[in-house]
């Protein structure tokens, strides 16, 4: 099938995004698949997954006059991950459109993966991609977690089912020094954060004497920071993932970690002004999710930020996030600068970090940059 972008999806196209939406297109095809792509004038454009029933309706695979080759892609993606050299046995091996493989997401945790597929013009292809899965990795296991809502918006059904092998209730992922259990059936996204992993190793090396992991999940920043640490208290408001936090900490043999179920923002203002700590990672889950929220979430945030500034002795460090992909870099870093005036300290900026390399970012494709994290010290 052909597909045919109007004008304006053709102007779309020329800025590089790979993505064109439903208005901006002049003809489509009655199904979802691989398709060619033209402009209305019939010049070639490239090869993109369509699907009629998506508003992201093309999604670009190529520019090129050869048909994409979703497998060598995959393979590609593998191999751009060993040449990471990662530390440990769980980092995400496919980041959609980011490894040229739209709505595709493969994590790896120990010897299974969990795949999220949100894309109908691939699914047909999910046997062949298996294949090639089970061929690169020795695996115990592969879970299809096609349970998110972009599979409805796709017109694609909702299941969790086991692709290959046998997927357990609860898995060990290895980190550096750090085990975890990841609840890859129920746990949020594939079951952990992974695109914190470089981060967590990058606040470990500086991190000291009393520590904070807020907003901690099951504590995947604070079991490292437990290592180099005397003290590490987690704050979540889930007590199911506290839960798991606490069985991490036994797991890693950890003993000076506490675990406290609260809503952070309520547990950061009634904290004493006194009282000090020398390290705090702080990553909220996203603030602004549409860009309607912005105003809301820059407050929250600065509100967050500016508390744990409070909390630190001169000297002490914090890892500060947004996972918010409306917030800009910019505006990060402005609320950042508004929050250490409010707390009246002098901040220095020690790294200005993102996403996990395993979670590549492609300039042409701004969507795939959300995460900011940033590494102060208070002066
Ligand atoms: C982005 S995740 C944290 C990930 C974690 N730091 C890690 O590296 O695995 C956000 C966490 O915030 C928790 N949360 C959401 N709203 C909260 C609130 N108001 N107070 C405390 N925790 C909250 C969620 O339960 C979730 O575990």
Request: hydrophobic fraction near 40%.
């Amino acid at each position: 099938m052909t597909v045919v972008l109007a004008p304006r999806g053709k102007s779309r196209y020329d800025t590089g995004h790979p993505w064109v939406y439903k208005s901006d297109i002049a003809r489509l095809p009655e199904s979802a698949g691989i398709d060619d792509v033209q402009d209305i004038r019939g010049n070639h454009l490239g090869w993109a997954a369509v699907n009629p029933l998506s508003e992201i309706t093309v999604r670009f695979l190529s520019k090129g006059s050869v048909r994409p080759n979703i497998l060598q892609r995959l393979e590609r993606a593998i191999e751009f991950r060993r040449f990471l050299h990662i530390n440990g046995d769980s980092f995400r091996v496919v980041h959609s459109d980011a490894d040229g493989l739209p709505g595709l997401t493969i994590d790896k945790y120990g010897d299974y993966l969990v795949m999220q597929q949100n894309c109908a013009a691939l699914e047909p292809m999910l046997s062949d991609i298996l294949r090639v899965l089970k061929r690169e990795y020795k695996l115990r296991g592969i879970l299809g977690r096609f349970d998110a809502k972009a599979r409805a918006l796709e017109g694609l059904d909702s299941k969790v089912e086991v692709l290959y092998g046998e997927v357990p209730e609860w898995i060990d992922a290895h980190e550096a020094e750090i085990v975890y259990r990841v609840d890859p059936w129920g746990g949020q996204k594939t079951g952990a954060f992974l695109d914190q992993r470089d981060n967590r190793a990058a606040l470990s090396e500086v991190a000291f004497g009393r520590a904070l992991d807020i907003f901690s999940y099951h504590a995947s920043f604070g079991l490292h920071l437990a290592k180099v640490c005397d003290s590490v208290e987690c704050i979540d408001s889930s007590a199911a993932a506290l839960e798991r936090a606490e069985e991490n900490a036994q797991l890693n043999n950890l003993s000076n970690m506490i675990f406290t179920e609260a809503n952070a923002f309520d547990w950061l203002h009634a904290k004493d002004t006194k009282e000090r700590y020398h390290t705090i990672s702080l990553d909220p889950p996203a603030l602004a999710k549409a860009r309607r929220d912005l105003d809301g979430a820059y407050r929250a945030y600065k509100e967050l930020n500016l508390r744990c500034l409070k909390l630190l002795e001169p000297g002490g460090f914090l890892g500060t996030a947004s996972c918010s992909f409306h917030v800009s870099e910019a505006d990060f870093y402005t609320m950042l600068e508004d929050a250490a005036a409010d707390a009246g300290r002098m901040v220095r900026i020690l790294e200005r970090r993102s996403q996990a390399a395993c979670h590549p970012e492609v300039l042409n494709f701004p969507e795939s940059r959300y995460l900011k994290y940033a590494l102060l010290q208070v002066m």
